[in-house]
């Protein structure tokens, strides 16, 4: 128990028992005392006289404290009871004793008073300007303080701002813990890793977790979370979970988290703890329901709030704000980005952006990547095709698109697992459930993954001339034969095949040497089965028609 967490104790116990805050003369006397000074050295350190504390303030202190912890309380004698005191209580905690700390209001202020100063919350993050986000900032504060939910998950895409909603929603709710701990995962901490660190900040003296066996840490923390009204924020990336697998999947070492989170949701205690992730756990997602002490928020962009972006970066043309907004789905590191390009490329003119017709990606290239990375081979591949589809379709026209047998159980799983990581959205639309893209910023994405991964093939295939790197233009089908409406064909031309055939023109540099490479493909496509072939043969044909001519005149079949 060190000087800070005393003030902050006697702060609390006053307030709990009288309804007043500590003066700054009795913090600055209590810690002169708890230090062992005499009230000269402690007038030296301090704009106070000597006679007003030694004859006013100090006689009022200690006999408001006699009165409040029922002992006889005096300069000389405090940190002795306050010690005594203090030690009794937490044996009490280990022990699990509840009699013992029944007797004094001293023990039972104590037992709801933090027992770590509310600075050290560990890896907060500070909070810039904070944008609209008014109905979820509500939601999450009912949640928490209202109805005292045992587990709350914050999840979203990367750059939609659940991190800075969740440090906002802690910023105004903090008063109604006793401890507020904020713990970072991104170096991917082992639970007992995790639980021992947490422990650090909650004792400073010694270890408050002592059990070695993973399942009894895990006990002995909810039995904390029982004892004290937490609020413990584990802000949590995709690095926790397997990657090339759907989600849900923990990495090896790591399946520990989930059986952690299924106790937290199903195990009576006082606090709160809240999940921040890119994909919402299993277990909570099986857990959580409206009446339930376990939720969860997908946060989507932000509305016209992200109006504000743009007035603190001083754009022009307000008038096309709504439509760049769209364009990026409200995504705030999206719109903080662009409008940064805008203010710096085109004067701030968003309208001159937005003729350019092109997407920004920046850092959220990056946070793609990363997600991108942990998606099953199935999943990349819908995301696929739905880039390439330019609209919602259904399930049973996606399986129609997949050139690969595919269970309609398969499919389901990937699918649910691509909403729980807020990369699709869903939509019903009369009697049919439809799927797309939720932002067009990770659709172009998609779309540049494929452009890429198909130059990548054609390029190994010019080195060892193996028919069997070819993949993408195996499974995929860039430009849809059975497309009916011109227009979403001729989007696929220009948003797929035109920018592959540019790719190819950069990495070959002679359009000769590219139709040589394209036109052996296709011989060594002669005689191979039909599902090895897949859509190559017509993918090859239109790359070497877009060679020659310019296809908005070309009909495909």
Known sequence: MNVEEVIKTIDHILLTNTGQHLKDVESVILRGAWQAKTYEQIADTCDYSLGYIKQVAAPKLW????????????????RFILERLWEELLESIRYSSASSINQTAFRESLSETPVKNSENWGEIPEIGVFYGRTQELATLKEWLVNQHCRLVAVVGMGGVGKTTLAAKCVQQIQTEFDL??????????????????ISRLIESQQSYLIAQDIDAQITEFINFLRQYRCLVILDATTNLQQSSHTAGHYREGFEIYGKFLKRLGQEYHRSSVMWIGREKPKEIALMAGENCPVRSLSLQGLDSSAKEIFQKKKLLDPDTWDDLIQLYRGNPLALKIVANTIQELFGGKVSAFLKQETIVFGELNDILDEQFEYLSDLEQEILYWLAIECQPISLSQLRGDIVAPVTQ??????????????????????????FSLQQPVVSQYVINQICERVCQEIREFSRHQKIETIEVLRILSLVQQKQKDAVIQEMQVRLVLKPIKNQLYKIFKDESLIESYLTKILSLLQGKTPLFVGYAKSNVNNLLLELKSDLSNISYR
């Open 63 to 78: 006999k408001l404290l006699s009165e409040v912890l029922g002992e006889d309380i005096s300069k000389t004698n405090f």
């Open 180 to 197: 507020i701990i904020w713990r970072d995962l991104r170096q991917d901490p082992l639970l007992s890793q995790l639980l021992t660190e």
């Open 409 to 434: 159980a398969e499919l389901m799983e990937a699918i649910e697992s691509l909403l729980r990581r807020s990369l699709i959205e869903r939509n019903v639309v009369e009697e049919d459930v439809l």
